[in-house]
C-alpha cells in the first residue's frame, strides 16, 4: 500500500532522529518461544492468574518491577502472579518483569464495567427466581434475585458485549417477557438478549504500510482518536515480548512510525502496536514479520537467506472436519455394523474409513476445495454393540462416530488399522497438508479397561440428593456423565490426569499429527489442560521445533470459553458463540446484521483480531445451516426429532446461494474457518444423527451442489491468496439489517468486503479515511472497478450477494 502524501517529512519535527547517538543497544534474544497475551484486569479490583497460562518456561523465578498503577505479586510455591490495578488505572498499560537474563512485558488492558439492572415481574405462584446466563456460565442458581418493591432485581457490573439470559423461576426457565430482543438457543427455544454498549469513544490505530530501505524496515500507522498531540509515553509497541524503546518511534501529528533494525529481524519475528491515551487504549496492531518483511508479501528480501524460516502459520490454515464413518468407504472388507432389532442405519456403522480418505486425498478432492488441514473424527477402537440413549424416547446408538472408546491405543478395524492412519498422515504431509486428531478425554466406553481395571479414576453417576448425575451441563459441569455407559475421569486425582496426557503424547509421536481437536473441554477441569500442554511444549514442539494446534470445544460464556485458551493450555476453540448470531443472522428472514456487528467486535475485544479460534457454518452437533436457511427446521424447534422424522431437504435454489453468502463469510473474518464435511456441496440435515449423512461425490452430486463446490474453493482459494484475509485487522464500515461490509487491512493491502443477505438489491456506501489514498475498488472475482470520490464508494449488491475487492 501506498502512504500518499506521507511518504517522506522532515525529521527534525520527529520525536527522535535516527542517529547513533539515540540508537539502542540491539534486542536481546528472547528465551521465553510464546508471545505473551494481553491480560485484563478491572479497575479498582484484583485478579489471580498462573504464570504458566503466560508462558512456557522449565522454572518460573520472576521479579516484577514495581508500576504506579498495577501491584504485583507473585508465590513462587504456587507460580501464581496476583495482580491488582488502582482505582486511577485505565487503557493498555505494560508490566516490565525479569525471567533469566532477559526483560519482558506483560500487556494489560484494564477497564471499567458498567452496572445492568434485571429485573423480573412475578406471578402470584412464583417463590423463588434467579438470574442465568452468558455472564456466569448459565450457572442456575448463583445469581438469586431479590423482591424489591413487588418485583425481583439483580444488578450486575458488566464489560462492554451482548449478553444473552435468561429467569429461573421456581426451576422453570423463562424468557424476559418486557425485552422483545431474543435470540434462538440452539436447544429449540430463545434466549433473551442485554446489549452494553461502551462508553468510551472509538480510538484506533490504522496500519498503513511497511518500508524498507538499507537496513532498516518502517512500519507506518495513523491514529484516529482525540486531537491532542501522541506522545511517545502513548505508544505501546513490543517486539515479540520486548519494549521498543521509544527512540525507534517518530511521530508526526497523528502518524506513528515504527523503525526496526533489520539485523534484529532474522526469522519469523511479531511486532505489536497500540496507543493508549487519556485511559483509552485502541486495539492493538499484530503485524508478522518474516526476516523484516510482513508476512504475506511477495518480495524477497536479499538478506532471507540469513534464516530459513518455515512459514506456516496456523492463520493459514482451512480446515476440513471428517466424520471418518460417512465420508468415503475405501475398503469394503472391514464393514462391519452392528446388529440389533432396534438399532437403524444413520445411528449405526455405515462404512467410511481411512482408506476412503487417502483416496480422496491421491484423487486431489482437498487440493481442488483447497483445505490444508484435515481434522478427523475419533479412530479408537469402539464398542461393538448397540446402547440406548438415556433421554427419551431412548433410541439405539452404535459408536460408529468414535467417541465411545474401548481402547486407548487401538484404532478401530471398522476404520482400518495403525499403519493406515500413518499413511494417511504421511500422505497428507506430502501434500503440504496437516492433520488433526479428534481425541476424547473426558470419558470412555464402560468396556474400556481404564474403567474395568480402575474404576476410582473416575467420578461417581450418583449424586447425594439421589439424582444421577447425567447430563446436568452447568451444574456438575466438570463431573456430569453423558450418558450412564460413558463414565467421565475424575481428573482431580493425579493418576488419570497423567495416564490420559500421556496418552495424547503417544498419538502424537505414533501417527505424527500436527495437533487435537478437544471434545468436552468445558468438562475437564484446567489442570488436565495445563499438564498436557506443558508436555506437548517439553517433548514435541521444541525438541522438534514445530508448532502443534489444539482446538477445543465448549458451549458456554466467553469467559469460560477464554479460561481454556492460553499460552498454557489450549490453542483455540470454537468460536460458538458468534456462530450462534451468525447462523441466526443469515438463515433467519427475522435475523440482523447489526446484532452480528456487535457480536464481530466483541469477539476481537475479547481474543483480538489476530486470534486463532475456529469460525464454523456446521459441525457434527449442529443442525446443518440449509435446513435452517431454507426453514425447514424452525429456530425454536426440537430438531432432535426431525431427524428421524421427516428430515429435511433443499427444494429452494435461494438455498445454495444462502449458502454461498454464509461461505464468503466465513472465509473472510478473522480466525481460521472450519468446513465440516458436505458443507462444500451444501449438505442439509436436522440434528444427529441426520447431520451425518453419507458424503456424496462425482454423479451423486447436482449441478447447483458442484457450483456450492465451485465458490467455496474459489473462497478458499482467495483467503490464501490475500494475506489481509489471515493476518488483517477489522473493521466495520456499514451495517444495516441485511447488508454488511467490513475492511481486512494488514501492512500489505486491504481487501473490503461487502454482503447482502436481503430479497432486495442493495446500494452500500463505505468513506475509508482520506489518509488511505484510495481511489478505487476492484472486484476480486470479476476485475470490475468502482471509482472513490471524496473517499466514497457505492457498492451495489444484488440479492444474496458478496463481492470481496481489494482497494487500490
Not at 753 to 763: C, S, W
Request: hydrophobic share 40%; aromatic share 12%.
Amino acid at each position: 500500500m501506498r502512504f500518499g502524501r506521507f511518504r517522506s517529512f522532515p525529521l527534525a519535527v520527529a520525536l527522535c532522529v535516527w542517529a547513533s547517538a539515540c540508537e539502542p543497544p540491539p534486542p536481546q534474544v528472547s528465551a521465553i518461544r510464546d508471545l505473551i497475551q494481553p491480560v485484563e484486569l478491572i479497575a479498582g479490583k484484583s485478579d489471580t492468574l498462573l504464570l504458566s497460562d503466560l508462558f512456557y518456561a522449565e522454572d518460573y523465578a520472576v521479579e516484577f518491577e514495581p508500576h504506579p498503577l498495577i501491584r504485583a505479586s507473585v508465590d513462587s510455591s504456587t507460580r501464581k502472579l496476583a495482580l491488582a490495578a488502582s482505582d486511577s488505572a485505565a487503557g493498555l498499560i505494560l508490566l516490565g518483569f525479569r525471567h533469566g537474563n532477559g526483560s519482558y512485558k506483560l500487556p494489560v488492558f484494564v477497564k471499567r464495567l458498567q452496572k445492568v439492572a434485571f429485573a423480573y415481574e412475578p406471578k402470584p405462584s412464583d417463590k423463588r427466581v434467579f438470574l442465568m446466563g452468558s455472564f456466569n456460565g448459565w450457572h442456575r442458581s448463583n445469581l438469586p434475585m431479590d423482591l424489591v418493591g413487588g418485583r425481583f432485581e439483580r444488578a450486575l457490573e458488566l464489560d462492554a458485549g451482548r449478553y444473552e439470559y435468561k429467569f429461573v423461576v421456581d426451576g422453570k426457565e423463562i424468557i424476559d417477557e418486557n425485552n422483545p430482543v431474543k435470540l434462538p438457543n440452539g436447544f429449540g427455544g430463545y434466549n433473551s438478549v442485554v446489549e452494553v454498549q461502551s462508553p468510551a469513544k472509538r480510538t484506533y490505530l490504522h496500519v498503513i504500510e511497511a518500508r524498507v530501505r538499507n537496513d532498516i524496515t518502517e512500519l507506518h500507522f495513523v491514529y484516529e482518536g482525540d486531537s491532542t498531540r501522541i506522545l511517545a509515553s502513548d505508544i505501546i509497541a513490543l517486539q515479540d515480548n520486548q519494549a521498543i524503546p521509544p527512540q525507534q518511534f517518530q511521530i508526526v501529528e497523528n502518524r506513528v512510525v515504527i523503525r526496526l533494525k533489520q539485523r534484529d529481524l532474522v526469522g519469523e519475528k511479531v511486532v505489536r502496536v497500540a496507543i493508549s491515551k487519556g485511559g483509552v487504549a485502541t486495539p492493538i496492531q499484530t503485524v508478522f514479520l518474516i526476516n523484516g518483511r510482513p508476512k504475506g508479501s511477495n518480495k524477497i528480501m536479499p538478506f532471507a537467506s540469513k534464516a530459513m524460516v518455515n512459514e506456516w502459520n496456523w492463520r493459514d490454515a482451512t480446515i476440513y472436519s471428517i466424520m471418518i464413518d460417512r465420508f468415503a468407504n475405501g475398503d469394503s472388507s472391514n464393514d462391519r455394523p452392528v446388529k440389533h432389532d432396534s438399532l437403524f442405519a444413520p445411528a449405526n456403522w455405515r462404512g467410511g474409513d481411512l482408506k476412503g480418505i487417502i483416496q480422496k486425498l491421491d484423487e486431489g478432492y482437498f487440493d481442488s476445495l483447497g483445505a490444508n488441514v484435515l481434522w478427523l473424527s475419533p479412530v479408537n477402537r469402539s464398542t461393538d454393540k448397540a446402547f440406548r440413549e438415556y433421554p427419551p424416547p431412548h433410541r439405539y446408538y452404535a459408536g460408529y462416530h468414535g467417541y465411545w472408546s474401548t481402547h486407548h491405543e487401538a484404532v478401530d478395524s471398522r476404520f482400518g488399522s495403525m499403519d493406515d492412519l500413518k499413511r494417511l498422515v504421511a500422505k497428507a504431509h506430502s501434500r503440504r497438508m496437516k492433520v488433526l486428531l479428534d481425541f476424547v478425554a473426558n470419558h470412555v466406553h464402560i468396556e474400556h479397561p481404564f474403567f474395568q481395571q480402575r474404576p476410582d479414576w473416575f467420578g461417581t453417576l450418583d449424586l447425594p440428593d439421589g439424582r444421577k448425575n447425567l447430563r446436568l451441563w452447568d451444574e456438575y459441569r466438570l463431573t456430569t456423565w453423558f450418558e450412564p455407559y460413558l463414565p467421565s475421569f475424575d481428573y482431580s486425582k493425579p493418576e488419570p490426569r497423567a495416564a490420559m496426557t500421556d496418552n495424547a503424547i503417544w498419538w502424537l509421536k505414533q501417527t505424527g499429527i500436527d495437533g487435537f481437536r478437544h471434545d468436552a473441554v468445558k468438562h475437564i477441569p484446567n489442570e488436565f489442560w495445563r499438564e498436557l500442554t506443558r508436555k506437548i511444549k517439553s517433548q514435541i514442539e521444541i525438541p522438534e521445533r514445530r508448532k502443534l494446534y489444539q482446538i477445543g470445544e465448549t458451549f458456554g460464556g466467553y469467559d469460560l470459553i477464554k479460561s481454556y485458551v492460553n499460552n498454557g493450555q489450549l490453542d483455540a476453540q470454537f468460536n460458538f458463540n458468534l456462530y450462534d448470531v451468525a447462523v441466526y443472522a443469515f438463515a433467519s428472514p427475522q435475523g440482523d446484521f447489526r446484532a452480528l456487528a456487535t457480536e464481530l467486535e466483541r469477539t476481537h475485544r475479547i481474543y483480538g483480531t489476530s486470534h486463532v479460534m475456529g469460525n464454523i457454518m456446521d459441525s457434527h452437533d449442529k443442525v446443518r445451516f440449509p435446513a435452517l436457511a431454507e426453514g425447514d427446521i424452525r429456530f425454536d424447534e426440537n430438531a432432535a426429532e426431525r431427524a428421524w422424522k421427516n428430515p429435511p431437504e433443499i427444494n429452494d435454489k435461494k438455498t445454495f446461494e444462502k449458502v454461498k453468502l454464509y461461505q464468503a463469510y466465513l472465509h473472510t473474518i478473522p480466525g481460521v474457518p472450519v468446513i465440516y464435511y458436505g458443507d462444500e456441496i451444501a449438505m442439509t440435515g436436522a440434528a444427529d444423527p441426520d447431520n451425518r449423512r453419507l458424503m456424496r461425490f462425482g454423479k451423486d452430486v447436482s449441478d447447483d451442489e458442484k457450483a456450492v463446490f465451485a465458490e467455496t474453493s474459489r473462497l478458499v482459494k482467495l483467503r490464501q491468496a490475500h494475506s489481509a484475509l489471515r493476518y488483517g485487522d477489522f473493521q466495520i464500515l456499514h451495517s444495516s439489517k441485511d447488508a454488511l461490509a467490513y475492511l481486512r487491512s494488514d501492512m500489505n493491502e486491504r481487501v473490503l468486503v461487502a454482503l447482502n443477505k436481503g430479497e432486495a438489491a442493495q446500494a452500500i456506501a463505505v468513506k475509508f479515511p482520506s489518509f488511505y489514498y484510495a481511489k478505487k475498488l476492484r472486484d476480486l472475482q470479476t476485475g470490475e472497478e468502482i471509482a472513490l470520490a471524496n473517499d466514497e464508494a457505492t457498492i451495489r449488491l444484488a440479492s444474496l450477494q458478496a463481492k470481496i475487492l481489494k482497494v487500490e
